[in-house]
């Protein structure tokens, strides 16, 4: 379990409201949110991989857990422990501190946990990623999903970065690359400011803008850094947790309730 900065749980939302942990709760707390009628949870999915020189290894894990914490407390939607390992292959062993899965693992692992959840009654999975590594093996595991259990479980993907246009062009700002830039350098100001090594701020320039062919991150980076992280403050760390935060709240009060457009289900 995560322990979120002061900073973190002072946000306002906090003050009267606490998110759903499913780590927390007993089996029958579990089986009572069933019981009362809610058949969703959130599986928030990161990574743990370098960051560059100032941002801690699990920078994508935290900004992901927070991010969903934040949507639990408004929406009281059970979120699932955060897997902390994601595919971050690009990162390669040049610098220390990366630990990634093969994509095939990580597309196993939330196939099995979400059979897991239909298995127990649940209906409804949504998977909110931090990480664009992970993207590709998530949808594998959600296209094998959809397929075994059409009109019994209903999955989908969301990443962080992606929550609406507005947040999108944050993120960008300073490259097309995402990693350890302005925006996440933001987010763990506020998320966990202590882990934030502000002396060794050190921007490099995205080189990966035109490129026609994908390379690991030695390849186009110098210090694991994209972006200018030294850009950085607080306060628009806040300003944007808090936005990404109440974008997945609305996303998930649509899909609390969303039904497929045609009703099937196969009969067997």
């Known amino acids: 379990m995560f322990n979120l900065s002061d900073s973190f749980q002072k946000l306002p939302l906090f003050q009267t409201l606490q998110p759903v942990r499913w780590e927390s709760l007993s089996w029958s707390e579990i089986e009572s949110l069933q019981q009362q009628g809610t058949d969703m949870c959130i599986l928030p999915i990161g990574a743990t991989e370098q960051h560059g020189p100032h941002l801690p290894v699990y920078t994508d ?12 407390a408004a929406t009281r939607i059970p979120v699932l422990p955060t897997l902390t390992y994601g595919c971050s292959l690009g990162h390669t062993e040049r610098w220390s501190g990366t630990l990634s899965l093969f994509p095939e693992t990580l597309s196993v692992m939330v196939r099995e946990l979400a059979e897991w959840l239909v298995r127990t009654g649940w209906r409804r ?23 075994e ?5 209903q999955i989908g993907v969301r990443n962080t970065y992606e929550l609406s246009p507005e947040i999108l062009q944050y993120f960008l700002h300073d490259g097309d690359d995402v990693h350890a830039n302005r925006a996440e350098t933001a987010l763990m100001l506020v998320i966990d400011p202590n882990a934030v090594k502000l002396q060794q701020l ?12 994908t390379y690991v991150v030695p390849q186009t980076s110098t210090n694991g850094v994209t972006g200018n992280p030294s850009l950085a403050t607080t306060s628009e ?14 996303l998930i009060e649509s899909a609390k309730t969303e039904e497929p457009p045609i009703q099937w289900c196969r009969d067997r």
């Not at 894990?61 to 639990?72: D, G, P």
């Open 61 to 72: 894990s935290a900004i992901v857990t927070a991010v969903c914490l934040y949507a639990s």
């Open 202 to 213: 050190q921007d490099d320039p995205d080189r990966t803008s035109g490129k026609i062919f």
């Open 149 to 153: 259990y059409p009109g019994k479980f």
């Open 237 to 250: 760390g806040k300003q944007l947790l808090i936005q990404m935060g109440e974008a997945l709240v609305a």
């Open 125 to 147: 999975l949504l998977i909110v990623n931090s990480h664009f590594g992970n993207l590709a093996p998530i949808r594998c595991a959600i296209d094998r999903l959809r397929f």
